[in-house]
């Protein structure tokens, strides 16, 4: 489950919500055993959002000023990129920049 929070649903076609399936192996990867979350932003970017990708992503990562939680926690405490996803498993990321 995916969440979009601090307006960033408007980045991937006004849905604050995505329940999404990947494979728990992905054929030809790099990914030692199950996919992590430096899939997933990629994943993101090149599947789900829908507009402008300099506001969501930086590199292979979210860009600074958003929040990413893994299961309610800061993703700083979970790993960041290198956590391995796992069934079940909600991301939720929250802008922190607001206009004004």
Known sequence: QLTYRGGLHLL????PKHT???PCQIP???????????YL??????NLLSERPEMFGEGDSVRPGILVL???ADWELEGE?????????EVVFISTLHGG
């Open 41 to 46: 932003v990629r994943w993101l970017k090149e």
């Open 70 to 72: 893994i299961n309610d």
């Open 81 to 89: 990129l290198e956590y391995l996803l796992k069934d079940g498993d």
């Open 20 to 22: 999404i399936h990947i």
């Open 12 to 15: 991937f076609s006004q849905k």
């Open 28 to 38: 030809q990867s790099d990914l030692p055993e199950a996919p992590d979350m430096r």
